[in-house]
């Protein structure tokens, strides 16, 4: 069993940064693959980024390609999601999530999810 928590959400203006982090709780953290995804208001869950268990192989969505980075300590049994050069259409909730086995960017793949953190930004 995995527990997550996102932190670090937040009201920034475009062109600004903001990175997210998610704790995990768990002996076995360190043999998940990890997430990132996000929903906007009326829109579906999406992803995001993703990260293999020993942060040999990351994943993007095109949409953030270049902007986002993913990483993981997996000493401090977290991952993080360094968001750069920011744009409204950003502004969604942002969930991490954790799954058995090699990473993904199938929402459905994936075991555990966290409560969700709240970016906005403002144009």
């Known amino acids: 069993q995995v527990q997550l928590v996102e932190s670090g959400g937040g009201l920034v203006q475009a062109g600004g940064s903001l990175r997210l982090s998610c704790a995990a709780s768990?002996?076995?953290?360190?043999?998940?693959?990890m997430g990132w995804f996000r929903q906007a208001p009326g829109k579906e869950r999406e992803f995001v980024a993703t990260?293999?268990?020993?942060?040999?192989?990351?994943s993007y969505a095109d949409s953030v390609k270049g902007r986002f980075t993913i990483s993981r300590d997996n000493a401090k049994n977290t991952v993080y999601l360094q968001m750069n050069s920011l744009k409204p259409e950003d502004t969604a909730v942002y969930y991490c999530a954790a799954k058995e086995g090699f990473m993904d960017n199938k929402i459905n793949e994936y075991d555990y999810w966290g409560q969700g953190t709240q970016v906005t930004v403002s144009s």
């Open positions: 768990g002996r076995a953290f360190r043999t998940y693959a």
């Open positions: 990260i293999s268990w020993s942060s040999g192989g990351t």
